[in-house]
C-alpha cells in the first residue's frame, strides 16, 4: 500500500526566504510519482511539481523545487523566496503505476508573515 | 483553455437527503476523479471514470455513486445524506488514466453541509 506522511501541520515563514516542506512517502512499487499541490482558502488544488521516480535529476518549476531523496524515500518542497501569496495548505501525493487514484498527504498550512 | 468547473459551489441538504454534484473536466480530457476532503480524513479518493467506464473506487459505501457521460462531463450522486457526508468534494481531470506520471487537475469544489 502506498502512504505519504506529511510531519508539520503548520510552518511560519519569513517573507522573501526560502522555506523547506517534509513529505516521506512509502511504497512497494518502482515505478511511481510524486506531486505536490497547493490549496488556497478558495478550495481548488493547484498543482506545483511534479517527480518521477526514475528522475535523476531534481525538479524545478520557477521558486519551487523538489528535493528527491529516493534511497530515503523523501520527497521535499523547497519554496524560495516565500510571498505572501505562498500562504496555503500544501500537499504532497503520490501516484503508482496500477492504480488510478492519487494518495495524499495530511498537508502542511504555511504562512507568510510580511 | 477552460479549467475544470464544478457545480454546484456551495449548497446546503438535511439528513436523508440525495445531492447531485456536477463536473465539466478539462476539454480533451477523459479522465475524471473524485475526492472527499473533511478535517479529519483529509483527501479521500472516491472513484474514477474513463471514457465512460469506472476504472477504481475508494473505500466509501455504496450510497456514493458516479458515472461519466460520452462528453466526458461526470457526475456524483450522495443518497440519503448523513452528517458525516458534509464536505468538500473535488473533481479532477486527466487526459490519460493509470499512469503515474500524469497530473490531476482538479476545480474549485462543492461543498456539501448536511444538517
Known sequence: AQKITQTQPGM??????????????????QSYGLFWYKQPSSGEMIFLIY???????????????????KA???ANLVISASQ???SAMY????????????RFGAGTRLTVKP | KAGVTQTPRYLIKTRGQQVTLSCSPISGHRSVSWYQQTPGQGLQFLFEYFSE????????????SGRQFSNSRS??????LEL?????????????????????FFGEGSRLTVL
Open chain 2, 84 to 104: 458525516g457526508d458534509s464536505a468538500l468534494y473535488l473533481c479532477a481531470s486527466s487526459r490519460t488514466s493509470g499512469t503515474y506520471t500524469g497530473e490531476l
Open chain 1, 84 to 86: 505572501l501569496g505562498d
Open chain 1, 91 to 102: 500537499f504532497c501525493a503520490m501516484r503508482g503505476p496500477n492504480n488510478n487514484d492519487m
Open chain 1, 51 to 69: 517527480q518521477g521516480s526514475y528522475d535523476e535529476q531534481n525538479a524545478t518549476e520557477g521558486r519551487y523545487s523538489l528535493n528527491f531523496q
Open chain 2, 75 to 80: 457526475e456524483m450522486n450522495v443518497s440519503t
Open chain 1, 72 to 74: 530515503r524515500k523523501s
Open chain 2, 53 to 64: 467506464t469506472q476504472r477504481n473506487k475508494g473505500n466509501f459505501p455504496g450510497r456514493f
Open chain 1, 12 to 29: 511560519f515563514v519569513q517573507e522573501k526566504e526560502a522555506v523547506t516542506l517534509d513529505c516521506t512517502y512509502d511504497t512497494s512499487d
